[in-house]
């Protein structure tokens, strides 16, 4: 999750945005995915009157993860040169070493929080396995990183949908006995197929679909994002792609039987199935092909990924536009993404302390509005004395430490 910025050495360029060591950016961008997974975290996402969507369920359900995942990618080719390229072969061993170590490391913290009482699906065990999978990929260019991308946004819902119904068909109770229902932790090593089947397939984050933000942020992070041009080119392509991807969305609510079919299916109210699938809270229509059709968030459909990837797009691109011209006035938010694994595990220790029924916080007074302003207020005073002392977020620098310690000596 430490993942420098570092704009490489492409050339200024007369029309290119100004090209500091870090791009503030991705920066930015990284520490809204933050903040809207906080808000999903605490605020209602559903109406408990009508079932209609709220306001964070409608703008945070599924996009925020996504984009988090996405500038994981990003982050990943900033740091192995960008635009510039790679490097030479043993630059390119050395940050292969150095992310590895941070991998394992993100993936153990992830193992140890999960014990904390937080109620949230934590991503960090397969924000690590991502960084596993994205070390054979990382001297790759642009064009080969689009294309494949490009695969794996089409073709990762296909192949998930059809592994899905292979494995219902095949083991019994399959959705209900093969996933952990949790976030995964220490104790699950000790049956590593179911975790290996919830890592991969049934649970919250399969590892099936997330390498398509992961490789589309890999691409995107070999563009020369420092200049203006492209910047535009990322926001207009995925604001396109997100509103169209959403209006075939709705019409499909609209004008199928897919909401009376699954009210009759489960004995839910019309209006509750709709806030659902708006939601993502309920599980897809997997078996019905219309599933594909629907942007249910976190459902791994064709269209929730499509949605998805556009949605984080548009926000990365606008990011790049508009962070650098907000000078200081942006500081707290791009301090705060720059240290995203700090300010994650922190938050969680905050739900913790909400939470538990010891917790300090477990007050009735205490709602959930409240704990996402103290979240909110923590992230951007993190993020100011961040950029005030110019330092990296305190596990930043442990997750860096070692994995600069492990990988030797920096080539130059």
């Given at each position: 999750?430490?993942s420098p910025?570092?704009?490489?050495?492409a050339?200024?360029?007369?029309?290119?945005?100004?090209?500091?060591?870090?791009?503030?950016?991705?920066?930015?961008?990284?520490c809204?995915?933050l903040?809207?997974?906080m808000?999903?975290?605490?605020l209602?996402?559903?109406?408990?009157f009508?079932?209609?969507?709220?306001?964070?369920?409608?703008?945070f359900?599924?996009?925020?993860?996504?984009?988090?995942?996405?500038?994981?990618?990003?982050?990943?080719?900033?740091?192995?040169?960008?635009?510039?390229g790679?490097?030479?072969?043993?630059?390119m061993?050395w940050n292969?070493?150095?992310?590895?170590?941070?991998?394992?490391?993100?993936?153990?913290?992830?193992?140890?929080?999960?014990?904390?009482?937080?109620s949230?699906?934590?991503?960090?065990?397969?924000?690590?396995?991502?960084?596993?999978?994205?070390?054979p990929?990382?001297?790759?260019?642009?064009?080969?990183?689009l294309?494949?991308?490009?695969i794996?946004?089409?073709?990762?819902?296909?192949?998930?949908?059809l592994?899905?119904?292979a494995?219902?068909?095949?083991?019994?109770h399959f959705?209900?006995?093969?996933?952990?229902?949790?976030?995964?932790?220490?104790?699950?090593?000790?049956?590593?197929?179911?975790l290996?089947m919830?890592?991969?397939?049934?649970?919250?984050y399969?590892l099936i679909?997330?390498?398509?933000?992961?490789?589309?942020?890999?691409?995107?992070g070999?563009?020369?994002?420092?200049?203006?041009?492209v910047?535009?080119?990322?926001?207009?392509?995925?604001?396109?792609?997100?509103?169209?991807?959403?209006?075939?969305?709705?019409?499909?609510?609209?004008?199928?039987?897919?909401?009376?079919?699954?009210?009759?299916?489960?004995?839910m109210?019309?209006?509750?199935?709709r806030?659902?699938?708006?939601?993502?809270?309920?599980l897809?229509?997997?078996?019905?092909l219309?599933?594909?059709?629907?942007?249910?968030?976190?459902s791994?459909?064709?269209?929730?990924?499509l949605?998805?990837?556009?949605?984080?797009?548009?926000?990365?691109?606008?990011?790049?536009?508009?962070?650098?011209r907000?000078?200081a006035?942006?500081?707290?938010?791009?301090?705060a993404?720059?240290?995203?694994?700090?300010?994650?595990v922190?938050?969680?220790?905050?739900?913790?302390?909400?939470?538990?029924?010891d917790?300090p916080?477990?007050?009735?007074?205490?709602?959930?509005?409240?704990?996402?302003?103290?979240?909110?207020?923590?992230?951007?005073?993190?993020?100011l004395l961040?950029?005030?002392?110019?330092?990296?977020?305190?596990?930043?620098a442990?997750?860096?430490?070692a994995?600069?310690?492990?990988?030797g000596?920096?080539?130059?």
């Open positions: 999750m430490d910025s570092t704009a490489g050495s050339p200024r360029r007369r029309r290119a945005l100004r090209s500091p060591s870090r791009i503030s950016g991705v920066d930015s961008a990284r809204l995915a903040l809207g997974m808000a999903v975290h605490v209602s996402t559903t109406d408990e009508t079932g209609d969507p709220t306001v964070a369920g409608w703008l359900t599924g996009r925020p993860s996504a984009l988090f995942a996405l500038l994981a990618g990003v982050g990943l080719a900033l740091l192995c040169g960008g635009a510039a790679p490097g030479t072969r043993e630059r061993t292969r070493k150095a992310v590895a170590v941070r991998a394992v490391l993100i993936l153990v913290i992830g193992l140890a929080v999960a014990m904390l009482e937080t949230v699906a934590i991503i960090l065990v397969h924000y690590g396995l991502l960084f596993l999978l994205a070390l990929f990382l001297a790759l260019q642009a064009r080969p990183l294309m494949l991308a490009a794996w946004v089409v073709l990762a819902p296909v192949a998930y949908r592994v899905y119904l494995l219902s068909a095949e083991l019994d959705a209900e006995s093969w996933r952990l229902w949790h976030s995964p932790e220490f104790s699950d090593l000790a049956q590593p197929g179911l290996a919830d890592l991969a397939v049934s649970g919250y399969p679909i997330w390498p398509a933000y992961l490789f589309t942020g890999l691409a995107i070999r563009l020369r994002l420092t200049e203006t041009a910047a535009v080119r990322i926001a207009v392509v995925g604001a396109l792609l997100a509103a169209g991807t959403y209006l075939v969305g709705r019409v499909t609510l609209a004008v199928s039987d897919i909401v009376p079919d699954l009210s009759a299916a489960t004995g109210p019309e209006p509750v199935v806030g659902e699938l708006l939601t993502g809270t309920l897809p229509l997997i078996e019905d219309r599933w594909h059709l629907l942007a249910t968030p976190h791994g459909s064709s269209l929730d990924v949605h998805t990837v556009g949605t984080s797009l548009a926000v990365l691109g606008v990011c790049l536009l508009v962070t650098d907000l000078g006035l942006a500081a707290p938010v791009v301090g993404g720059a240290m995203p694994l700090t300010l994650y922190g938050h969680l220790v905050v739900l913790h302390l909400w939470r538990d029924d917790g916080l477990n007050s009735p007074e205490v709602s959930g509005p409240v704990i996402m302003v103290l979240l909110t207020v923590l992230a951007l005073a993190g993020g961040k950029h005030a002392l110019g330092r990296r977020g305190p596990l930043e442990v997750t860096h430490a994995g600069a310690a492990a990988a000596p920096r080539p130059a």
